[in-house]
């Protein structure tokens, strides 16, 4: 249940109007009141937008988006960046020159966290912004706004570089991200955020979900529209996305019913639709599984009619490989879908507060083919990557070991002939546990207790033809343990191999022996569609199944 929320959240009754002028205050303003009333008057007439805006067009080409969320370049240690190096602008060239020729047909800037503009803003210029936090904290600013207020603009920085290495340039606003909310005195944290803390969801600033801004108010929706509109207006950008996995909770849920949610937000893309014009390509960063769809106010069918033209179906943070990405494709046959891939599969637990401060089990070049492989055999478009670049060091030293990216896995993503001839590495990770859905891990498991997974499975051209191992890795060591397994009704032979099935240069978080169960597969036991696996235990105590793969060929 979240905070009760005073009267002025209700939900979408709020008109435009004076509380609009007084965004930003009146000691400090981002922008004059008739430039702020000139806005309130667009969005007016932007509400009018007719739908199917972009109707007609047929489906974005791409089949690789390659998303760089900037904040890399500083938190990375890279061949372009040393530790506590300040910013400069030839790092964000080369985080586009690395990837440049390797199949990446889009490449997403997320200029900055969605509520400070790291470009030349006059909706809420960094002049202004700047003055502002030095003035209410005592504190300087770090080296990106040092570099936005000496005159630089990335997202120009960003298109010409994109321009010049054959990369489509598209920039990703993040809707709602709640990072560093939590910290009043951060530079992330915005005037209009500061000064309205009746338009948040909560109150409680230590919870995702809570300190986010309330999107049934219309003076938030406007200011990111503004946004929207002036990245559209002052760049030569091919494309928008318009990111709502940062942060994934927009109303308060006891406050709004579905269709006010849907109404709300299928409005704002129909907005900005007629804000970035009818050629250039609309993309929504949207979750990967269904349940989260109607709290994020998402429908994708009235989105498309809208005017989107690309659904990015993401796991937040994973590579997963069991989600909705199959009905999700059937909900918008004529727009393109694809699915995001990360650089991990599974978090362990946090060392201490704040970001980054944890060990996580990186995503492998097997498991990648594998994702993408399924995708296009569910019919998707194409594939893209999140966070890729975190292979790096970056955060606490619990990560480590730290490596390169596998950029090698890029030029491979868009050759649908080539990833159905691969080895498949099929995994199902604690991953992201969404809020609204219920994981398949980790899950616990007693004596004389029966679990039931399923995985979607689509085999490789030819079909399946070799045999491989099924694994079960626990929390712990389980040596006394014992299980039987059962794949689509059949009993499975257990065998002592527990070891990595294909080499594995990320050893952070990998099963020890004593973790680990193994089973013989047969081919003729697998399917193309949902493969049910049944674990049951014999003997032992009560282990906590963490991490399930099968390796065939």
């Given at each position: 249940m979240r905070s009760a929320p005073s009267s002025k959240l209700a939900p979408n009754l709020q008109k435009p109007g004076e509380d609009m002028i007084r965004v930003f205050g009146d000691s400090v303003p981002a922008m004059s009141r008739r430039d702020f009333l000139k806005l309130s008057a667009g969005l007016a007439l932007l509400a009018s937008a007719p739908r199917g805006f972009a109707a007609g067009r047929g489906k974005a080409p791409f089949r690789a988006l390659y998303s760089n969320d900037t904040t890399n370049l500083l938190a990375c240690t890279s061949p372009y960046h040393q530790a506590k190096q300040p910013f400069t602008p030839q790092m964000l060239e080369a985080s586009v020159d690395e990837v440049a020729g390797k199949g990446v047909d889009v490449h997403l800037l997320q200029p900055g966290l969605g509520w400070i503009p790291w470009w030349k803003s006059k909706v809420y210029p960094a002049a202004e912004h700047y003055r502002w936090y030095e003035q209410r904290t005592g504190k300087k600013t770090d080296s990106f706004g040092a570099y936005l207020l000496g005159g630089g603009d990335m997202v120009k920085v960003f298109v010409d570089r994109c321009r010049q290495r054959g990369q489509r340039p598209f920039i990703s606003?993040?809707?709602?991200?709640?990072?560093?909310?939590?910290?009043?005195?951060?530079?992330?944290?915005?005037?209009?955020?500061?000064?309205?803390?009746?338009?948040?969801?909560?109150?409680?600033?230590?919870?995702?979900?809570?300190?986010?801004?309330?999107?049934?108010?219309?003076?938030?929706?406007?200011?990111?529209?503004?946004?929207?509109?002036?990245?559209?207006?002052?760049?030569?950008?091919?494309?928008?996305?318009?990111?709502?996995?940062?942060?994934?909770?927009?109303?308060?849920?006891?406050?709004?019913?579905?269709?006010?949610?849907?109404?709300?937000?299928?409005?704002?893309?129909?907005?900005?639709?007629?804000?970035?014009?009818?050629?250039?390509?609309?993309?929504?960063?949207?979750?990967?599984?269904?349940?989260?769809?109607?709290?994020?106010?998402?429908?994708?069918?009235?989105?498309?009619?809208?005017?989107?033209?690309?659904?990015?179906?993401?796991?937040?943070?994973?590579?997963?490989?069991?989600?909705?990405?199959?009905?999700?494709?059937?909900?918008?046959?004529?727009?393109?879908?694809?699915?995001?891939?990360?650089?991990?599969?599974?978090?362990?637990?946090?060392?201490?507060?704040?970001?980054?401060?944890?060990?996580?089990?990186?995503?492998?070049?097997?498991?990648?083919?594998?994702?993408?492989?399924?995708?296009?055999?569910?019919?998707?478009?194409?594939?893209?990557?999140?966070?890729?670049?975190?292979?790096?060091?970056?955060?606490?030293?619990?990560?480590?070991?730290?490596?390169?990216?596998?950029f090698d896995v890029l030029e491979r993503l868009h050759d649908k002939d080539w990833l159905a001839r691969q080895p498949q590495h099929w995994i199902l990770a604690q991953g992201w546990g969404n809020t609204f859905g219920k994981a398949q891990l980790p899950r616990n498991i007693k004596p004389g207790g029966t679990m039931k997974f399923a995985f979607d499975m689509a085999p490789p051209a030819g079909g399946w033809k070799r045999g491989g191992r099924l694994r079960v890795q626990c929390q712990s060591s389980f040596e006394d343990a014992r299980f039987e397994a059962r794949l689509n009704g059949t009993l499975l032979a257990p065998t002592d191999d527990v070891s990595e099935p294909y080499s594995n240069p990320y050893p952070a978080m990998l099963g020890q022996p004593d973790e680990l169960r193994a089973w013989q597969l047969a081919p003729r036991v697998l399917i193309d569609g949902s493969n049910k696996l049944e674990i049951t235990m014999l003997k032992g105590g009560n282990p906590r199944l963490m991490f399930i793969d099968m390796a065939v060929s």
């Amino acid at each position: 249940m979240r905070s009760a929320p005073s009267s002025k959240l209700a939900p979408n009754l709020q008109k435009p109007g004076e509380d609009m002028i007084r965004v930003f205050g009146d000691s400090v303003p981002a922008m004059s009141r008739r430039d702020f009333l000139k806005l309130s008057a667009g969005l007016a007439l932007l509400a009018s937008a007719p739908r199917g805006f972009a109707a007609g067009r047929g489906k974005a080409p791409f089949r690789a988006l390659y998303s760089n969320d900037t904040t890399n370049l500083l938190a990375c240690t890279s061949p372009y960046h040393q530790a506590k190096q300040p910013f400069t602008p030839q790092m964000l060239e080369a985080s586009v020159d690395e990837v440049a020729g390797k199949g990446v047909d889009v490449h997403l800037l997320q200029p900055g966290l969605g509520w400070i503009p790291w470009w030349k803003s006059k909706v809420y210029p960094a002049a202004e912004h700047y003055r502002w936090y030095e003035q209410r904290t005592g504190k300087k600013t770090d080296s990106f706004g040092a570099y936005l207020l000496g005159g630089g603009d990335m997202v120009k920085v960003f298109v010409d570089r994109c321009r010049q290495r054959g990369q489509r340039p598209f920039i990703s606003l993040r809707l709602n991200d709640a990072h560093h909310l939590e910290d009043a005195d951060s530079d992330a944290v915005s005037r209009f955020y500061v000064e309205h803390p009746d338009y948040r969801i909560g109150t409680d600033s230590r919870k995702w979900d809570q300190r986010g801004l309330n999107w049934a108010i219309p003076e938030v929706r406007a200011l990111k529209l503004a946004f929207v509109r002036e990245l559209a207006e002052g760049y030569d950008i091919d494309g928008i996305e318009l990111d709502f996995m940062r942060y994934y909770s927009f109303f308060q849920l006891d406050n709004t019913t579905t269709s006010q949610r849907a109404d709300i937000m299928t409005e704002f893309v129909r907005n900005v639709r007629q804000a970035i014009g009818p050629n250039r390509w609309l993309c929504a960063r949207v979750p990967c599984e269904l349940s989260m769809f109607d709290p994020l106010g998402i429908d994708l069918p009235a989105m498309v009619r809208a005017g989107l033209d690309m659904v990015n179906a993401s796991a937040n943070y994973f590579t997963v490989q069991q989600s909705d990405i199959a009905a999700i494709r059937q909900q918008v046959p004529e727009a393109a879908v694809y699915e995001e891939m990360c650089h991990t599969t599974w978090l362990g637990k946090s060392s201490a507060k704040g970001y980054d401060d944890f060990n996580f089990r990186r995503t492998t070049r097997e498991q990648y083919y594998t994702a993408a492989h399924l995708a296009y055999a569910r019919g998707l478009d194409g594939v893209s990557l999140f966070n890729f670049v975190y292979y790096r060091d970056h955060g606490s030293p619990v990560g480590a070991p730290f490596s390169e990216p596998p950029f090698d896995v890029l030029e491979r993503l868009h050759d649908k002939d080539w990833l159905a001839r691969q080895p498949q590495h099929w995994i199902l990770a604690q991953g992201w546990g969404n809020t609204f859905g219920k994981a398949q891990l980790p899950r616990n498991i007693k004596p004389g207790g029966t679990m039931k997974f399923a995985f979607d499975m689509a085999p490789p051209a030819g079909g399946w033809k070799r045999g491989g191992r099924l694994r079960v890795q626990c929390q712990s060591s389980f040596e006394d343990a014992r299980f039987e397994a059962r794949l689509n009704g059949t009993l499975l032979a257990p065998t002592d191999d527990v070891s990595e099935p294909y080499s594995n240069p990320y050893p952070a978080m990998l099963g020890q022996p004593d973790e680990l169960r193994a089973w013989q597969l047969a081919p003729r036991v697998l399917i193309d569609g949902s493969n049910k696996l049944e674990i049951t235990m014999l003997k032992g105590g009560n282990p906590r199944l963490m991490f399930i793969d099968m390796a065939v060929s």
